[in-house]
């Protein structure tokens, strides 16, 4: 299976993060579940670029591939 690596997301992989959100969220809609629309639209890139720019966001990797991100809050987030 291979070894994972996790590590801060780094602000060249803003974009790659989004890409990955936004497909993870197209297929949730495929599926016929009303979750996380607003990231087929944009609407939270910017807050996604700065958390990444805040060292909030995470990367996960599996041979070479980013397969996951998660950002992890110091306080409760709307």
């Not at 197209?26 to 910017?46: F, H, S």
């Not at 996951?68 to 409760?76: D, K, M, R, S, V």
């Amino acid at each position: 299976m291979g070894k994972f690596q996790i590590r801060l997301a780094r602000e060249e992989e803003g974009q790659a993060i989004i890409q990955l959100l936004q497909e993870t969220a197209q297929w949730i809609k495929d599926q016929g579940i009303n979750q996380w629309q607003y990231l087929l639209d944009g609407g939270e890139n910017q807050e996604i670029l700065h958390c990444i720019g805040q060292n909030l966001t995470y990367v996960v990797y599996h041979q070479e591939e980013m397969i996951a991100t998660f950002t992890l809050y110091i306080e409760q987030n709307e």
